[in-house]
């Protein structure tokens, strides 16, 4: 192994996580938040923001852009000036997104601003089929040109973008944010069909109509939006991180511990909480966030689907996976929306889990990777008692469920790729420690 010390956490497990931490606004809203910045006239001020690494790189691509971010007068705060957007050098884009995905949602707001968008080649989580193509397609019923070359993709919009009719194959979630990041000032009206309505894209729609956009969303998942000629700037407190949330109760749930998540909220996280009770967790709920704990004795093994929202989140599946090598029996997991998510149990299976894989579509109806060699479904038998072992993070959701396999078992884990979890868990180690993990550098 070639990386750094500073890559490489040492989980010494077998104790409890009990205490308090605090979530703050979700990585799934806040970069999206900030690339809607650029669409204003004015400034906005967007608070509840994490210090993770996505929240650093768009910041910096909307800095290579000409817009003046600065730390605001709360902790957690940024005001993102947007007044004088300009182009940004090529390289520079390159160097500065890295394997990042969300610099694809600058395409919209930097056609409207600038006439003109460079989108280098894009990374992300190796989880699945993550197409960017259905982007561009997207970007060109605008009205949006596209040229590929060896660096990335050159847009151009030779006039006003204009209104259009678009129905998505599948209700992906990046796909909808890049339709209303372009359509809230495109000519006309944009109706979405089959669009994502995650709690994340709510509140960017709510950000967006702060800013001046007309947009509607109907319960059949389709979303109209009525473009505008110019849009102002926002004030906005971005919704908690129900993902990381989810993530520290597996985790209390995995090591039979407590853990208060304050910030946390109900109301994003029912089908979570349904099913960690099915499981045999316990949690209370008040104003501040929401305490989750093992109440002891046996966890009970349990058939889960994932789904888009309002279903059971595909985030939501790899921490609880952990857990569920704890419960009593056979529980099944059948994976619908990524179909590559289920390959991190692999690692665990090293540790001592019974964890195994199938192709066929294991839960109540067929989904869309049925027939198509994938292995997108899971039989877990527990409990099983897990062991340390040397573990390489593959994925954001994927490794911080290492970390929970890692403190839930007996002896020192050595996990190797750390920095991944910096995309999306504002100070883990901090926190891991401040719940009683014994963690330390090599």
């Not at 056609?111 to 970007?139: E, K, N, Q, T």
């Not at 890049?178 to 809230?184: D, I, K, N, P, S």
Request: one cysteine or more.
């Amino acid at each position: 192994m070639t990386d750094s010390p500073a890559d490489v956490l040492l989980v010494h497990g077998g104790a409890p996580l009990e205490g308090e931490i605090r979530v703050r606004g979700a990585k799934n809203l806040v970069p999206k938040a900030m690339v809607a910045a650029l669409l204003g006239s004015e400034p906005s001020r967007l608070r509840n923001v994490p210090d993770i690494r996505d929240v650093r790189v768009v910041r910096g691509l909307l800095q290579l852009h000409g817009v003046t971010v600065r730390t605001g007068d709360e902790s957690g705060e940024l005001v993102l000036d947007p007044s004088h957007v300009e182009s940004a050098n090529v390289a520079d884009i390159d160097a500065h997104a890295g394997s990042s995905r969300i610099p694809i949602l600058f395409c919209g707001p930097l056609l409207h601003r600038l006439g003109h968008a460079f989108i280098p080649g894009l990374g992300g989580c190796d989880i699945g089929g993550r197409p960017v193509d259905f982007h561009f397609d997207v970007l060109r019923k605008f009205g949006a040109t596209i040229e590929k070359r060896a660096d990335g993709q050159y847009l151009e919009a030779p006039q006003r973008l204009r209104g259009t009719k678009i129905r998505l194959p599948y209700p992906s979630v990046g796909s909808t944010e890049q339709v209303l990041l372009t359509a809230v000032l495109a000519d006309g009206v944009t109706e979405l069909s089959n669009a994502a309505v995650e709690p994340e894209i709510e509140d960017l729609i709510c950000v967006l109509q702060k800013m001046g956009a007309i947009i509607s969303m109907d319960t059949d998942r389709t979303i109209r939006i009525t473009g505008v000629d110019k849009l102002g700037g926002y004030t906005h407190r971005a919704l908690p991180d129900r993902l990381e949330a989810a993530s520290w109760a597996s985790a209390a749930l995995a090591t039979e511990g407590s853990v208060l998540v304050r910030g946390a909220e109900q109301k994003s996280m029912i089908a979570f909480l349904n099913t960690f009770r099915r499981v045999g967790g316990a949690f209370e709920i008040d104003d501040e966030g929401i305490r989750f704990w093992h109440p002891g004795g046996p966890l009970n093994a349990i058939a889960l689907e994932t789904d888009v929202h309002p279903g059971f989140q595909t985030d939501w599946q790899q921490p609880l996976v952990v857990a569920l090598t704890q419960a009593s029996g056979l529980s099944i997991v059948h994976e619908t929306v990524y179909e590559s998510r289920l390959g991190f149990t692999s690692a665990l299976n090293q540790m001592g889990a019974h964890i195994q894989l199938y192709r066929e579509c294991l839960g109540g109806m067929p989904c869309r990777f049925g027939q198509r060699n994938f292995l997108h479904s899971a039989v877990v038998s527990g409990p099983t008692r897990l062991q340390g072992s040397d573990l390489i993070i593959p994925d954001l959701r994927g490794g911080f469920s290492y970390l929970i396999a890692a403190l839930a078992a007996q002896g020192t884990s050595r996990v190797h790729g750390i920095d991944l979890i910096n995309r999306g868990y504002e100070n883990f180690q901090e926190k891991l420690m401040e719940l009683g993990a014994k963690v330390d550098r090599p």
